[in-house]
């Protein structure tokens, strides 16, 4: 079972597990470091395996957009510790973004960011490296100097179509990042 631990670095790396009912025999490692910083946070999603039987997006203008869930993209679920708000961050590797506000688990509101995050990408035949910063600024609110819980995760699109989900845990039966109990990495604001 997973657990909340509150980490004291300001860097962190750690693995992304598929979701048994999504397999994925084209991914060998996901991995994400972390990295807070007191004017943004910045994020390291690697990949290693075969990339040629995953659909990575061709790189387009760096706009936000909608439903990049459904396919190939990297994602951040961070809310206050105790504070049912959270947000989400979603990346493809074509640097399309996308950055999502909710009131408590899937009650969205209209917030909207207040910069885009920067987005870099590189892949070779076996390596795939997408790197997001978010400022701090559209990080949730934390008055109370609370510490952050994040839920990390991706989605990765296979030649044929099929989705299969990582993230750091699953608490369901049922692949469901917005579920807070798999926000289990913790970390004491910059």
């Keep these: 079972m997973a657990s909340n631990v509150v980490e004291k670095e300001l860097t962190v790396s750690k693995s992304l597990t598929c ?19 007191p004017e943004a946070l910045r994020l390291s999603y690697e990949l290693t395996g075969d990339l040629g039987q995953i659909r990575v997006p061709a790189p387009q203008p760096p706009i936000v957009i909608d439903g990049l869930w459904e396919h190939t993209c990297f994602e951040l679920f961070i809310g206050a510790q105790g504070k049912a708000g959270y947000r989400e961050f979603n990346f493809s590797p074509s640097g399309r973004w996308a950055a999502y506000a909710f009131d408590d688990y899937r009650m969205r509101n209209a917030w909207t960011a207040s910069r885009a995050p920067v987005i870099s990408f590189a892949q070779s035949s076996n ?9 701090a600024e559209d990080l949730p609110q934390n008055k109370a100097d609370e510490p952050f819980q994040l839920g990390l995760t991706a989605v990765i ?9 990582w993230a750091l845990h699953h608490p369901e039966v049922r692949p469901d990042f917005h579920h807070r109990a ?7 604001p910059a």
């Design 19 to 37: 979701h048994a009912d999504t397999v994925s025999t084209a991914v060998r490692t996901m991995n994400v470091k972390v990295e807070s910083q």
């Design 127 to 135: 390596h795939l490296l997408l790197e997001a910063v978010i400022a």
């Design 157 to 165: 699109e296979a030649n044929d179509g099929r989705l299969s989900y």
């Design 182 to 188: 798999g926000f289990i990495l913790s970390f004491d």
